[in-house]
C-alpha cells in the first residue's frame, strides 16, 4: 500500500531516490504502512514502519524519512532485531561538523601569523581535526578523510588520499590516527608525508555512503624546515626564526666603498600573500609530483617572479623613466607588490633586483659587490675606456654592476652527487635565459666555491657573477680604426663583501667565505683552474635584455688573464676628499705613489661619470689629464673637482639612484707599464627622523610622526614618502610636493597593532634629486 501524509506542521516525504538507497519499493510493497509518532515540542511526523512491528527508532526513522537527524529526541523501541529499518539506522554515521583546530595547530606549526581563515600547516608534521559525528563512533563504522589537491586527484598519482584511522594501509607517506573518541566528538591526528606536494589541499570526509565537504575546507600544505625528513630541514632554530618567520629585514646595497641597509618588509604573513604564492604555484603549471621538490619550485619561482617570459609578477624597467608605474627606488617592501599581482594577474611595474630579491623569497637576501654580468660565459669582463679614462660602455654587453642581489635559499640536493646540500642561490633578476626562460639556480654555494660549475642549475653564470677577471682596454682611434692597448687585469675585485642580514641581529654579516676562497689563496686558484676546465668555447651571442650588443671589431683575447705586478711601485689611489652631498662640489683625489726607490714620470688621465648600480652610464661629467713625477717613496695627489652644475641637471632626468664613477689610467715612462684603477662613490642624504613610543598594546593606537629636514644646498622635488608597518598599519604614501632648503616637514599616521612582539615602521622618502632615504624604527606589541 502506498504512504499517506497526515496535515502536519512540516510534511516529509521519503523521496524515491532514498526509498531505492535502501532498496525499498514502497509501491510495489505491500509490507509497510505509516505510523504517527510524537516527537520532541509536540510535533508529529509520519515514518514508514513495517506491519509486524508497531515502533522504530526515531531518530532513525525521522532520518530515513529525510529529516534532519537529531531533530527528534526520544525515541521508541523496535523489539524485532531484524528490523531492516533498524539494522539501517545503526550503519547510518554522518559527519555534523569539522573543526580545524586552527589556533592549537597554526602554533604547532609555525603558522600563526598568516592573516588567513583557513587552516595552514607544514608537511611531514602532525595536525589535529576534531569531527562531530550524529551519534558515536562504532568499531563497525566506515570513517574516511580525503585529502585532494589538483584538478584531478587520483590515488595512484599522490594527488588523493584516502585515509581510514582503522586501517594500516599507508596512503603515499600520509598517516591518520583517532586521538580520542567520546560520545559525538571524534578527535584524529593527520600527518602528511614530509615530501608530499606542496599547495592547497581540499578536504572532505565519508562515511559510509555520507559525505561531508566542512566549510573553509581548504588546507595549505607548506614546505617544513621543522621536519628532520624534509628535504628543506633547517636544524638551528635561530636560522628558522630569521628566514620562515622573520617578516623584516635588510637588503644591502651602495658600492663596496660605501654599503648601507634598505629596510624591506618580506610581509609574507600579510593579507593575499599566501594565496599569490598558491596562484604562482598554479600559474607554473608544475607538475603535482613536481611540486614535491623544493629544488624544481624554487627554480620555477625565480621565473614566475620577473614577467619576461609568463607575466610574472614584477616587470623589471633599467631605463631610469618609470613614468608608467612605481620606481624601484620607492618600493619598500613585498607585500604592496603581491597584492596588486593577486588583484589584477598583470605585471607590478616597476622593479630592479633587490625588488626581485625580496618577492622571491622571505631566505637570505644575499648582496654581491662588484658583481659581473658575464654574458659569454668566458669568466671575464671586458672594460673599454678612452684616452681621457671614461668608459665606452656601447662595446660591450658585458657589465660589473656596483650591487647585485639575489637569494640563497636551504635544502638537500637529493638530484646531484653527495656533498652539495646546503645554501643553494637564486635569481629572479631576467639576466640571462637558462632553459630558454629567464630564471637562475638554484646553484649549490659549494659548486660555485670549489669551480665545479658543470652541475644544475646556472652555476656558470653565478661563479663568473662573484670570481670574473676585470680586463681594461684603452681603444683609441688610428687611421680610421681602433686600436686596442690592454692596460691591465684585476683579477681580485669582483666578488667583494658578498652581504646578507645577520642571523637574529641588525647588522651586516658578510659571508664572502661561503661563496669562494680566499684571494689569491692556493685553494682558490685551484677553484679558478677548475672552472675554467668546463667553459664552453667563447663568442657565444649575448643574450642581455637591457644591455646593448657590442659594436666593433671582435679582439682575440686568451681565456685566463694574468694580473701583472708592477716593477716600478708605481700604485694608484683614488680618495675622495669629503662626504658626497647632491648640490656640493664632488670633490675627489688621485694618489700616484710610488713604493719602491727611483724616480718615475707618470702620464695620468682620470675620468668622473655618472652612473647607474648595473654600470650603465648616464652623463661625463669631466676629466683631467696631467703628467707627475714621483721620485723615492713619495706620492703625489692629482684633485679632481666637479661643480654642481655639472651634475645636478643628469641627477634629476634619471629616475635612478645614481653613483659616482671616478676612474684613472696610468701609463709610466720607459716601461711597458700601464695602471688602472676605479672607485664608485655613493651620495649621502639627510636622515628622517621617527617619533613614536618605544611600546604599544595590542588594538590600542598610538600616533607615528614622520619629520625630516632638507639639509642639502639644493631643493627637493616631487617629494614622496612612503611608509608601512607590518601588524600596525597598511602602506600609507603622502606627495609631499617640493621642500626647499631649510625646510621641515613632518607627517602623521594613526597606529593600531594587531599582533604582539617587536613589530618595525619603515619609511622611504624619493624626489627628482634624492632618489632613496630610507628608515627603519622597531616598537615592542604587547598584551
Known amino acids: 500500500m502506498s504512504l499517506e501524509l497526515l496535515q502536519l506542521p512540516i510534511q516529509v516525504r521519503p523521496s524515491r531516490a532514498a526509498v531505492k538507497a535502501y532498496d525499498l519499493d514502497l509501491a510495489k510493497s505491500s509490507e509497510w504502512g505509516h505510523v504517527v ?203 628558522r626564526k630569521e628566514y620562515v618567520l622573520n617578516d623584516t629585514g635588510y637588503i644591502y646595497v651602495g658600492s663596496v666603498y660605501s654599503i648601507h641597509s634598505k629596510p624591506w618588509n618580506f610581509g609574507q604573513f600579510e593579507e593575499y600573500i599566501l594565496d599569490t604564492c598558491m596562484y604562482l604555484l598554479d600559474k607554473s603549471k608544475l607538475k603535482m609530483s613536481s611540486r614535491r621538490d623544493p629544488v624544481v619550485v624554487s627554480r620555477a619561482m625565480s621565473a614566475l617572479v620577473n614577467a619576461n617570459d609568463d607575466n610574472g609578477v614584477v616587470m623589471g624597467n633599467w631605463s631610469g623613466k618609470y613614468e608608467n608605474g612605481t620606481s624601484p627606488m620607492a618600493w619598500i617592501g613585498s607585500v604592496a607588490i603581491l597584492q596588486q599581482y593577486y588583484k589584477t594577474k598583470k605585471p607590478v611595474n616597476y622593479g630592479q633586483c633587490w625588488v626581485f630579491s625580496g618577492v622571491l623569497t622571505t631566505a637570505r637576501s644575499v648582496s654581491n659587490f662588484n658583481s659581473a654580468h658575464d654574458t659569454d660565459e668566458n669568466l671575464r669582463v671586458d672594460i673599454y675606456l678612452n684616452e681621457k679614462g671614461e668608459k665606452l660602455k656601447w662595446m660591450s654587453a658585458d657589465s660589473i654592476w656596483n650591487f647585485h642581489v639575489w637569494n640563497d635559499v636551504w635544502m638537500k640536493r637529493k638530484d646531484l652527487p653527495s656533498g652539495f646540500d646546503g645554501w643553494q642561490a637564486i635569481d629572479a633578476t631576467p639576466q640571462e635565459q637558462s632553459q630558454g626562460i629567464f630564471q637562475c639556480g638554484p646553484c649549490p654555494l659549494k659548486a660555485v666555491k670549489d669551480g665545479d660549475v658543470y652541475l644544475p642549475y646556472d652555476s656558470k653564470f653565478v661563479y663568473a657573477e662573484v670570481n670574473a677577471d676585470k680586463v681594461y682596454w684603452r681603444v683609441k682611434m688610428e687611421n680610421g680604426k681602433n686600436e686596442y692597448t690592454k692596460l691591465g ?141 714621483v721620485e723615492g717613496q713619495s706620492e703625489v695627489l692629482v684633485p679632481l673637482k666637479i661643480m654642481p652644475d655639472a651634475y645636478m641637471k643628469a641627477l634629476a632626468t634619471v629616475d635612478d639612484e645614481e653613483h659616482v664613477q671616478v676612474t684613472a689610467i696610468a701609463e709610466i715612462h720607459g716601461t711597458p707599464e700601464k695602471l688602472t684603477k676605479e672607485v664608485s662613490l655613493s651620495f649621502e642624504y639627510p636622515p628622517i627622523q621617527v617619533q ?30 612612503m611608509v608601512e608597518g607590518l601588524g600596525i598599519f597598511k602602506m600609507a604614501t603622502f606627495e609631499e610636493g617640493d621642500i626647499q632648503p631649510g625646510r621641515i616637514i613632518k607627517s602623521e599616521v594613526i597606529c593600531t597593532p594587531t599582533r604582539v612582539g617587536e613589530k618595525k615602521i619603515v619609511a622611504r622618502l624619493t624626489s627628482n634629486q634624492v632618489k632613496d632615504i630610507s628608515v627603519e624604527k622597531a616598537i615592542m606589541v604587547t598584551h
Open 37 to 239: 509518532l510524537a516527537a520532541s515540542q509536540g510535533e508529529q511526523w509520519q515514518v514508514p514502519r513495517h506491519k509486524s512491528h508497531h515502533a522504530v527508532p526515531i531518530r532513525a526513522a525521522t532520518h530515513f524519512a529525510g529529516i534532519p537527524t537529531g531533530a527528534c529526541k526520544k525515541q521508541l523501541c523496535c523489539p524485532c532485531k531484524n528490523c531492516l529499518l533498524k539494522k539501517l539506522a545503526e550503519s547510518d554515521l554522518t559527519v555534523t561538523k569539522v573543526d580545524f583546530l586552527k589556533s592549537q595547530n597554526s602554533v604547532q606549526h609555525h603558522t600563526d601569523a598568516y592573516n588567513t581563515s583557513n587552516l595552514v600547516v607544514r608537511r611531514g608534521q602532525p595536525f589535529l581535526l576534531q569531527l562531530t559525528l550524529s551519534r558515536e563512533l562504532r568499531a563497525t563504522d566506515k570513517l574516511t578523510l580525503h585529502f585532494s589537491i589538483g584538478e584531478r586527484p587520483m590515488e595512484p598519482t599522490g594527488t588523493l588520499m584516502s585515509l581510514n584511522p582503522r586501517s594500516m594501509r599507508n596512503i603515499s607517506g600520509w598517516q591518520i590516527a583517532i586521538i580520542k573518541s567520546e560520545g559525538t566528538e571524534c578527535m584524529l591526528s593527520i600527518t602528511s608525508a614530509p615530501n608530499a606536494a606542496v599547495g592547497i589541499y581540499g578536504l572532505t570526509v565519508r562515511t559510509g555512503s555520507n559525505v561531508y565537504k566542512p566549510e573553509n575546507n581548504a588546507v595549505y600544505l607548506l614546505f617544513n624546515p621543522w621536519c628532520e625528513g624534509d628535504i628543506v630541514f633547517l636544524s638551528n632554530e635561530a636560522e
Open 489 to 629: 687585469v684585476e683579477s681580485q675585485s669582483v666578488g667583494a663583501s658578498i652581504s646578507t642580514k645577520a642571523v637574529g641581529q641588525n647588522r651586516r654579516e658578510d659571508i664572502t667565505w661561503e661563496y669562494k676562497f680566499p684571494e689569491g689563496s692556493s685553494e682558490e686558484r685551484a677553484s679558478m683552474k677548475r672552472a675554467i676546465s668546463f667553459l664552453q668555447p667563447s663568442g657565444m651571442t649575448p643574450r642581455a635584455r637591457f644591455a646593448a650588443v657590442p659594436k666593433g671589431e671582435s679582439i682575440s683575447k686568451d681565456i685566463v688573464q694574468t694580473e701583472v705586478v708592477p716593477k716600478s711601485g708605481v700604485q694608484l689611489e683614488i680618495i675622495k676628499e669629503k662626504p658626497l652631498y647632491p648640490g656640493d662640489p664632488i670633490e675627489v683625489a688621485i694618489i700616484v705613489k710610488s713604493t719602491v726607490g727611483g724616480s718615475w714620470t707618470v702620464d695620468l688621465a682620470s675620468s668622473c661619470q655618472l652612473q647607474s648600480y648595473t654600470g650603465k652610464v648616464h652623463a661625463n661629467l669631466g676629466y683631467i689629464k696631467q703628467t707627475v713625477k
Open 692 to 721: 613614536m613610543p618605544e611600546t604599544a598594546k595590542v588594538n590600542k593606537d598610538f600616533t607615528c610622526a614622520f619629520i625630516f629636514k632638507n639639509k642639502l644646498n639644493v631643493p627637493m622635488d616631487n617629494c614622496k614618502l
